[in-house]
């Protein structure tokens, strides 16, 4: 997807007169979704069209989650939450409807009706938690080597 066929970049452009946006800086912009989950759910999008996290450079995701932090501050005090979460998918298998970074910041109230959002139980063997834990070790101390 290019910039230009990206409905989040559409944004970033102004070119949509409905939208209901909370803020607006040099780095991001973050508005109201069409269908929110429950009442202050905001998403926050790089301003420059970002696919995923593993595209996010350094200086972005500073801005990003430096917005996400006061976003998160301003939903808190104008609606009053018992909780908030804050989601951030990448790829289909995950959910991502729109291929532009993007993050939920989603107020959260007892009974709302979202619900719970992991599974109350997973079957995962001592082995197996083990084997994903070295793989994830093993990666992180190669990417290290090449920085």
């Known amino acids: 997807m290019t910039d230009l066929d990206c409905p989040f970049c559409a944004l970033v452009r102004r070119e949509d007169p409905d939208v209901r946006e909370v803020f607006r800086n040099d780095f991001v912009i973050a508005f109201f979704p069409t269908d929110p989950a429950t009442l202050g759910h905001t998403l ?7 696919q995923d996290i593993w595209s996010l450079d350094e200086k972005t ?9 006061r976003l998160a501050a301003a939903i808190r005090d104008a609606v009053e939450p ?3 979460n804050v989601i951030q998918s990448n790829g289909e298998a995950a959910t991502q409807t729109v291929p532009h ?4 910041l989603v107020p959260r109230w007892t009974g709302d009706p979202i619900g719970r959002i992991w599974p109350p139980e ?5 082995r197996q938690k083990d084997g994903a834990l070295e793989e ?5 101390r190669s990417g290290m080597r090449s920085d």
């Open 61 to 69: 995701a500073a801005e990003l989650s430096t917005s996400v932090l």
């Open 44 to 50: 926050v999008i790089p301003r420059q069209h970002v």
């Open 122 to 126: 997973t079957n995962y063997s001592e």
């Open 136 to 140: 994830v070790r093993d990666a992180l």
């Open 82 to 84: 018992e909780g908030l």
């Open 101 to 104: 970074l993007h993050v939920h």
